[in-house]
């Protein structure tokens, strides 16, 4: 059972958007930055969105990050075949004497 | 550049011990925390805890206190996790991860290792 709550699935056709919801609480995401991370099959996870809304060098602006209170989404703007993945939230929580906090993964699929 | 390099593969059986290795290169060892994520087969990401290599002082998440010792050799720029009592349930790909900022309170992960796959079979 993960902290953070996001959608098993989500699914789009190349071109659509597509937007990932992941819900949490005070001691997480509403006290904290929320971080997104995209993982290919057999790679381990790279950092897509910093800090609510911010892109590493290198990722396309297609992937867009936002945050609201205890709720956080990611963006796929112009879905592409190589966007299909596992995409996964993380933000730090200040309970239990501190923890990262993941979602479980939301399993992308382009149609 | 900064990488992460993990020791490989292992097998162990259940009651056993593991010990994964790190080793950090392209950046001051000592400024920055790693942390270790697990990820068991088909499942999501689990945090396991945060070690500070210049301190060499440890935060361990609440499920695995008592289990898991997190350890530094600054002479090497290597850090270590060690998983004792293994079982079935441990059977995971361990990585180890640093922050792309010199904050401990963080879930930023701006470099990962390649990942050590445990196996725990009897």
């Known amino acids: 059972q993960s902290v953070l709550t996001q959608p098993p699935s989500a699914s789009g056709t190349p071109g659509q958007r597509v937007t990932i919801s992941c819900s949490g609480s005070?001691?997480?995401?509403?006290?904290?930055?929320v971080n997104w991370y995209q993982q290919l099959p057999g790679t381990a996870p790279k950092l897509l969105i910093y800090?609510?809304?911010q892109r590493p060098s290198g990722v396309p602006d297609r992937f867009s990050g936002s945050k609201s209170g205890t709720s956080a989404s990611l963006a796929i703007s112009g879905l592409q075949s190589e966007d299909e993945a596992d995409y996964y939230c993380?933000?730090?929580?200040?309970?239990?004497?501190?923890?990262?906090?993941f979602g479980g993964g939301t399993k992308v699929t382009v149609l | 550049q900064v990488q992460l390099v993990q020791s490989g593969a292992e097998v162990k059986k259940p009651g056993a011990s593991v010990k994964v290795s790190c080793k950090a290169s392209?950046?001051?060892?000592?400024?920055?925390?790693i942390h270790w994520v697990r990820q068991a087969p088909g499942q999501g990401l689990e945090w396991m805890g945060i070690?500070?290599?210049?301190?060499?002082?440890?935060v361990y998440a609440q499920k695995f206190l008592g289990r898991v010792i997190m350890t530094r050799d600054t002479s090497t720029s290597t850090v270590y996790m060690e998983v004792n009592s293994l079982s079935s349930e441990d059977t995971a790909v361990y990585y180890c991860?640093?922050?792309?900022?010199?904050?401990?309170?963080?879930?930023?992960?701006?470099?990962w290792g390649q990942g050590t796959l445990v196996t725990v079979s009897s």
């Open positions: 991860a640093r922050p792309g900022t010199a904050v401990a309170a963080t879930s930023q992960f701006s470099y």
């Open positions: 392209g950046y001051t060892f000592n400024s920055y925390f």
């Open positions: 070690i500070n290599p210049s301190a060499g002082s440890t």
């Open positions: 005070r001691s997480n995401i509403g006290s904290n930055t």
């Open positions: 800090n609510n809304w």
């Open positions: 993380a933000a730090w929580d200040d309970s239990l004497n501190g923890h990262v906090a």
